[in-house]
């Protein structure tokens, strides 16, 4: 009897713990999580599938890879970013759709003016359109999802 009993109950709490999940990302549990350092661009992906191919890392040079590693970014809940680069820092916008997982980054001010890999950088965020991550590590994509931006937390 007890047995039936532990059966029912479990039958009866457990659709309120699957109608509880949220599938969606959870937009600001990802971005506004603290600060986030680039890893490195990649290029030559399969963005539906990166464990499957994860694409080229563009950097592979100990420098190359001390800089763009220096770059950093934190989203903050109100929609504004921040962060820093080579000999400078920058300000900017950030919007995200958990639906279609699409980003936008917009108004990016430096501080300094912007050339080599600081430009680059920038450049890359400005073209930002997709997400895909966790809190742990994120993936930014241009439109055409062929390349991104990895970041990991700090």
């Not at 191919?53 to 220096?70: Q, R």
């Not at 300094?112 to 997400?131: C, D, P, S, W």
């Not at 809190?135 to 241009?142: D, E, F, I, W």
Request: charged share 25%; with cysteine.
């Amino acid at each position: 009897m007890k047995k039936i009993i532990k059966y029912i109950l479990t039958l009866m709490v457990l659709p309120l713990i699957l109608c509880g999940c949220n599938q969606e990302d959870d937009v600001f549990e990802i971005f506004a999580s603290g600060t986030w350092r680039v890893n490195n661009y990649y290029t030559d992906c399969n963005w539906n599938n990166l464990a499957y191919k994860p694409g080229k890392p563009v950097f592979t040079t100990i420098d190359d890879l001390k800089t763009i590693n220096s770059f950093t970014v934190v989203f903050e809940e109100d929609g504004t970013m921040r962060g820093e680069i080579d000999g400078g820092t920058f300000t900017a916008r950030w919007s995200a759709n958990a639906k279609d997982k699409s980003f936008n980054i917009t108004n990016i001010e430096a501080t300094i003016a912007l050339k080599g890999k600081n430009a680059e950088f920038i450049t890359r965020l400005k073209n930002v359109r997709f997400y895909q991550g966790d809190s742990m590590t994120m993936q930014l994509a241009p439109q055409d999802k062929t390349s991104y931006i990895q970041f990991n937390h700090r």
